[in-house]
């Protein structure tokens, strides 16, 4: 086996924290995981991981061990992708990470960049906002979508690229179903009448609900949620069964527009703009595959694609 393969193993066991989920990500056996893990603290003398009856966590040690490995790994990625390829024809892998209210238009990227790139291997992944900064800075990811403000309040060394700012709607039931779909209400709706709806909202671990929390709090309200969720998904369909409304962003109105039973009213008073941008570490040496999802993140075509669907522009 040689010290890569050995070395991809550590940094999918860091990953999942899990000897079972870090093996099935590895599409190995455990017995073959923890034996590759063993002879690397054979190799450097040193115990990585503290065990029990399962995984606890990284040693010092191995948390070091880790970090060299990611930057080897990624040195090892960006040599292949010079050797496979070059700047107009890249080849190789890309990790890009979004946080969920972003999901739609992430997905729409990773698409238009690989039917544009067809030698790109992409790896889109739904992650909290502390993962993506956390994955940025260890290289475990390239590229990530989320909030820019979020890096300018921590003074990370992360570089941002706008895409757009996220308005923000409350989905509620339409008092008379709609042939062609969801209806975008010609009329705003306050966020202090918002508050008096019985609402189904993010948990609030999730940055997104931090965002609509402090909207509240602008117009001297604090709201109780009747339904909590991490899930996307449930945000629109608790809606659609029960009563309760719930409050989207825009990128997040689009999955629901087949239905017409729901209405989706924009919020205003005050009108809340949360800037959304592509991230990567600006100490990094960007590879082909990074290169390449950058322009096209610049380019005028992929700006008017976001507009259409991030609800920065209503109907």
């Known amino acids: 086996m040689s010290l890569f393969t050995s070395l991809s193993y550590l940094v999918a066991l860091h990953r999942h924290k899990h000897f079972g989920r870090a093996a099935q990500a590895c599409h190995i056996t455990q017995p073959a995981l923890s034996n590759a893990i063993r002879a690397l603290e054979q190799e450097f003398g040193c115990v990585i991981v503290k065990r029990a009856r399962s995984f606890e966590a990284f ?26 390829g070059a700047a107009s024809t890249p080849v190789g892998r890309l990790s890009l990470g979004a946080v969920p209210s972003v999901m739609p238009i992430a997905a729409r990227f990773a698409g238009l960049l690989q039917m544009r790139h067809k030698g790109i291997a992409l790896t889109l992944r739904s992650m909290s906002s502390q993962d993506i900064e956390a ?29 757009y700012n996220e308005r923000y709607f409350l989905l509620r039931r339409a008092s008379q179903a709609h042939g062609k779909g969801l209806r975008i209400s010609p009329q705003p709706c306050s966020w202090s009448e918002a508050a008096a709806q019985s609402l189904c909202l993010l948990t609030p671990e999730m940055h997104n609900r931090a965002i609509v929390d402090e909207a509240f ?6 709201v109780t949620p009747v339904i ?3 899930s996307i998904l449930t945000l629109g369909l608790t809606v659609l069964v029960g ?5 989207l962003p825009g990128a997040l109105v689009g999955l629901v527009s087949g239905y017409g039973e729901l209405e989706a009213v924009p919020l205003q008073a005050p009108e809340v703009l949360t800037p959304i941008g592509f991230m990567y570490a600006h100490a990094q040496r960007p590879s082909h595959t990074l290169k390449a999802a950058l ?21």
Request: with cysteine.
């Open 135 to 163: 994955g940025l800075e260890d290289l475990s990811l390239d590229l990530a979508l989320g909030y820019c403000e979020r890096t300018k309040a921590r003074s990370t060394s992360l570089t941002t690229l706008l895409q």
């Open 217 to 222: 709090q602008q117009v001297g309200v604090r």
């Open 228 to 230: 909590e969720t991490n």
């Open 295 to 315: 322009g096209l993140a610049a380019e005028s075509a992929w700006a008017d694609h976001v507009k259409a669907h991030s609800g920065s522009l209503q109907a």
């Open 59 to 84: 040693t010092p040690e191995g948390e070091q061990i880790f970090q060299t490995a990611q930057r080897m790994l990624h040195e090892q990625e960006l040599l292949q992708q010079a050797l496979k």
């Open 243 to 247: 009563e309760v409304c719930s409050v």
